[in-house]
């Protein structure tokens, strides 16, 4: 029998039938008169036990692509319940076991950032592939079902939605605009491609708002690149986001509403599935070392992670709040923090982590109405919005964080009013700068909406347990490296 893979013959395999089993050999131990050997197909995290003479054997390493067919038997081994007695073993891709960098003991997780075109054929890095895979598909559904439009948004722009001035510029190799072919002086510039400079994406929202006001709702998940030097655990210079905008409503609850119901979904689907268990197991998780506290997620916190998601009702604060919940900590001496907490300087990422544990307990928690000097021009104020718990010098948005991530997403209201909207935009310098197609929007039909945006990469490492972004990416690229 052909085309099963190693999960439905380990799951579904019957006592004493004829099985064959593709796969790469993970593990070989000979002995006297019997050799082993473990295959995976990336199915499952678990592999496939195959018993054999020495002889056959001899052509295996950890790497080897094999077919082996034989009897499924019971095992005597402890670890597994059956094994493949193997009769006819037939090597489909040869391995050249002494220069293959993927060796079977432990290997750093920096060691294999290195080798990211043979990282995936590790158990719990297949695992993650497939996690991704299928988070998509249930996203996907439960945005369909919402009757959001899924869009799709150019990566080319002419904006920084941000502001931040963390944009890649786009620059041209095409011959044509060379300065020899121009007969210019080499100290003439290079012309640009598109004219004038172009950037690759920051965050889609600009356009799904365009977007948003033609068909009401819309969605995305698209890549975004930041030109970030900032070389830690959670950030990457190309990752996806998950952004979403919606019309005709003017209360920042609603579009934390839509994030609670869109997470709790992608857990209650994650529960359901194969992956669920593999994820609960050892070998799904990370290495130790590699989270700040030293410890290893473990199955219950997974479990307990997912539950505080999918029981909706995350503590939503201010901002305001939050900083005297920072201040009373320091204070009491419950929590030491290398920046003092002020209303002005904002959230450091210790804060965030002090007000994702505490407040959360276990949930996301939303913080909200922020200063409007530390937010992009587009927030409008919160006293300008319905059910607002924000002050006169705030704006309507949220960010939401997390344990060990901080900060997951980030939303707002928009301001749709084009006065206030040049005003802001004036305040931030950045008037007439390429957004006169964004101040149209406020001219023809403009209405309230609000959306938000989440850091794909980083739900993964969220819902996966694991701490690194970089581990949940199959090419990542940061500040310094872009390999392969
Ligand atoms: O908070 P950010 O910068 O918000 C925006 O870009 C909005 N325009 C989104 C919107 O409202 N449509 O980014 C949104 C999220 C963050 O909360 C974070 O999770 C993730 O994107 N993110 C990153 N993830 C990995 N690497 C980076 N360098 C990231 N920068 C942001
Ligand atoms: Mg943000």
Request: net charge negative; hydrophobic share 35%.
């Amino acid at each position: 029998e052909t085309g099963r893979d190693v999960a439905d013959i380990l799951h579904n395999g019957k006592d004493g039938e004829t099985v064959s089993a593709t796969g790469w050999v993970r593990s070989v131990r000979k002995q006297k008169r019997v050799a082993f050997a473990a295959i995976s197909d990336g199915s499952t995290v678990d592999s496939l036990q195959a018993v054999m003479s020495p002889e056959d054997a001899a052509k295996l390493s950890h790497g080897t692509a094999v077919e082996f067919a034989g009897e499924w038997k019971a095992s005597v081994g402890s670890k597994q319940s059956h094994e493949l007695q193997v009769s006819a073993t037939e090597v489909l891709g040869e391995n050249d076991a002494e220069s293959n960098p993927l060796q079977p003991k432990y290997q750093t997780p920096e060691f294999l950032r290195s080798i990211p075109h043979l990282r995936p054929r590790i158990a719990s890095n297949a695992i993650i592939l497939r996690l991704r895979s299928q988070l998509i598909a249930s996203l996907t559904d439960f945005f369909n079902k919402q009757d959001f439009v899924q869009c799709h948004t150019p990566i080319i722009t002419s904006s920084d939605c941000e502001g931040a001035g963390e944009v890649f510029t786009i620059s041209s190799n095409d011959p044509k605009n060379t300065t020899e072919q121009d007969g210019a002086t080499a100290e003439t510039p290079v012309e640009h491609f598109f004219k004038t400079p172009k950037y690759l994406t920051v965050s889609a929202q600009l356009h799904l708002e365009a977007l948003a006001q033609a068909v009401s709702k819309v969605w995305t998940l698209s890549p975004t690149f930041r030109a970030e030097q900032s070389d830690t655990a959670r950030h990457l210079s190309e990752f996806y986001m998950l952004e979403a905008e919606m019309c005709f409503t003017s209360d920042l609850n609603d579009i934390m509403d839509l994030v609670e119901n869109m997470m709790r979904t992608a857990v209650l689907t994650l529960q359901k599935r194969p992956v669920r268990a593999e994820l609960l197991t050892a070998k799904g998780t990370a290495p130790k070392e590699e989270r700040e506290d030293g410890k290893s997620i473990t199955a219950d916190m997974l479990q307990q992670r997912w539950d505080g998601i999918a029981s909706l009702d995350w503590p939503r604060i201010t901002y305001a709040e939050a900083i005297d919940l920072l201040k009373d900590a320091q204070t009491s001496g419950s929590a030491t923090f290398a920046f003092d907490p002020s209303y002005r300087s904002g959230l450091q990422a210790e804060h965030e982590r002090y007000v994702a544990s505490n407040v959360g307990k276990g949930k996301p928690v939303f913080v909200t109405d922020y200063p409007r000097l530390q937010k992009p021009f587009y927030m409008p104020p919160s006293m300008s919005t319905k059910n607002s718990k924000g002050s006169p010098d705030t704006v309507a948005c949220f960010d939401l964080l997390v344990p060990d991530l901080c900060e997951l997403a980030g939303g707002s209201i928009r301001e749709h009013r084009s006065e206030e909207l040049l005003g802001a935009m004036r305040e931030k310098g950045i008037a007439g700068k390429d957004l006169e197609w964004y101040q149209d929007l406020r001219k023809y039909g403009s209405v309230p909406h609000g959306g938000f945006g989440l850091g794909f990469d980083r739900l993964i490492c969220y819902l996966a347990g694991i701490t690194n972004v970089r581990d949940v990416v199959a090419f990542p690229r940061w500040y310094g490296r872009a390999d392969c």
